[in-house]
């Protein structure tokens, strides 16, 4: 069964400091990897995702992530975080597995960023 | 703007009734997912369509159904409701291939259950 590990339930950075957010997933072949954004009271907004190639995916908003197989991650970082940025993070995946999973996406409990001034 | 539409944006209801949510996908999308946002449970996935037929069930509770129209359009009935049901429920939509893990969710319905 698929899974996702979204580590860090709260974080909270200053205005211009760089961001990482964890993921760790679950998946008996290559995964189809995505991270979203949502705002409150908003549904999710699709940052970035990754199905193949090059390891290291760039996103809306200045966020990139990088796929490490052998760690089983799939991280968020930005270098800069804006006030704009604070919001709920949701990492998510998917893949080939067909049948009765074809098409779905597991997700992960979540990161709520806190910008500081 | 995701393109994805969804109505009502709130709803409250009382236990024991029974509700329908709608959706409509992105122009020329032709699966649909539906999702369940709560504190306790996070996302979950319900199910999907894909050009009118069921594709993929989640953990889909029995008093729950869904149905796609030949206009693409999905709603999602829910009877017999508990307190438990109060919950987000998001409709997503994504094109075919690969790209139908691409999936592209709207603003949501906010159900409450009194």
């Known amino acids: 069964a698929q899974s996702v590990t979204q580590p860090d339930i709260h974080i909270t950075v200053s205005e211009g400091a760089s961001l990482e957010l964890r993921c760790n997933y679950s998946y008996g072949a290559t995964p189809y990897l995505f991270w979203y954004v949502q705002s409150p009271g908003q549904g999710l907004q699709l940052l970035l995702k990754y199905f193949s190639g090059d390891t290291l995916v760039q996103g809306i908003k200045g966020f990139e992530a990088e796929f490490k197989r052998s760690q089983s991650s799939f991280n968020l970082r930005k270098p800069s975080v804006h006030w704009s940025d604070a919001a709920e993070y949701f990492c998510?995946?998917?893949?080939?597995?067909?049948?009765?999973?074809?098409?779905?996406?597991?997700f992960g409990q979540g990161t709520i960023l806190t910008v500081h001034p | 703007d995701s393109g994805v539409t969804q109505t009502p944006k709130h709803l409250i209801t009382a236990t024991g009734q029974r509700v329908t949510l709608r959706c409509s996908p992105r122009?020329?999308?032709?699966?649909v997912y539906w999702y369940q946002q709560s504190l306790d449970q996070g996302l979950q996935f319900l199910i999907q369509?894909?050009?009118?037929?069921?594709?993929a069930k989640g953990n889909i509770l029995e008093r729950f159904s869904a149905q796609q129209f030949p206009d693409l359009h999905s709603e999602l009935n829910l009877s017999s409701l508990e307190l438990g049901d109060s919950a987000l429920y998001f409709c997503?939509?994504?094109?075919?291939?690969?790209?139908?893990?691409?999936?592209?969710f709207g603003p949501g319905t906010r159900l409450t259950v009194t």
């Open positions: 997503a939509s994504s094109a075919a291939g690969t790209s139908v893990y691409e999936q592209y």
């Open positions: 369509y894909y050009n009118g037929e069921e594709r």
């Open positions: 122009s020329g999308d032709l699966s």
């Open positions: 998510a995946v998917g893949g080939r597995a067909g049948g009765t999973s074809y098409g779905k996406l597991t």
